[in-house]
């Protein structure tokens, strides 16, 4: 009885210890000696993998104080909008015979933790007033830059402030946005002549006296508008996020 009772025991040990050894081996077969390989082995074996996806941010408006802008987003993807129009529209309408210009300035706050990637685009929507008549331009603008009428920078409508790189940070990062605009008004010159030719009853004359004369007008033509009567225009901002492997 206590010779069976030992085998059993030894063997229990050395089923043991040959099933580890299988294990080691099956590892080193699968490459277990890197460390990407290793990570996956033994993550299959636990059955648990994690990602932290973190916080996201995103917001737009006026220049201000990072984290304190008018407008920010409640879900992901969702769009935002910037509205202008009657207050910018009197400085850039000017002056009626040589017109003027304007800067509006537009600032965007992002934040994408973790392995989050963030990008958004920019959509103009622009028509009519004085703002339609003008040439404009969007431009982001490198750090430090302000958004003036002499502003120059990227003409682009769109931004990836964030990659999929992991980043554990807490603070915002702030791109500065400038929408120039110039008005020039449309002037031109129309140039007539008009002519007449009637007939007179002179006296002393048996047939009637025909009559004709001429006359020469000139005006300048000028394109005038009303800054108080512009329509709202708009700069949509839609952001979208992406994870490792995906389009920014």
């Known amino acids: 009885m206590t010779a069976t009772a030992t085998r059993t025991r030894a063997w229990r040990r050395s089923s043991g210890w040959l099933l580890t050894a299988l294990v080691l081996l099956a590892a080193v077969a699968v490459g277990a000696g890197t460390g990407g390989t290793l990570a996956l082995w033994r993550s299959e074996i636990s059955g648990t993998v994690r990602m932290p996806v973190g916080v996201t941010v995103f917001g737009i408006g006026p220049p201000a104080t ?11 993807p969702q769009s935002l909008t910037f509205t202008f129009g009657k207050a910018q529209a009197v400085q850039l309408y000017g002056s009626p015979t040589t017109g003027g210009a304007v800067a509006v300035p537009i600032q965007v706050d992002s934040l994408a933790q973790g392995h989050r990637g963030l990008s958004y685009t920019v959509t103009p929507s622009i028509s009519g007033g004085v703002f339609g008549a003008s040439t404009w331009q969007l431009l982001k603008l490198a ?96 952001f979208s996020t992406s994870r490792p492997g995906g389009t920014p």
């Open 143 to 238: 750090p430090g830059v302000a958004c003036t009428t002499t502003a120059t920078g990227q003409a682009v409508t769109s931004s990836t402030p964030w990659t999929t790189a992991y980043d554990a940070t807490s603070s915002l990062r702030t791109e500065q946005w400038c929408l120039v605009a110039r008005f020039v008004p449309i002037t031109g010159t129309h140039e007539n002549t008009a002519s007449v030719t009637g007939t007179a009853d002179v006296p002393d004359q048996p047939t009637p006296r025909t009559v004709t004369d001429t006359d020469k007008w000139q005006a300048t033509v000028r394109q005038t508008l009303d800054p108080a009567a512009e329509p709202d225009h708009a700069l949509t901002f839609r």
């Open 66 to 76: 990072p984290g304190t802008l008018a407008q920010y987003a409640t879900a992901d």
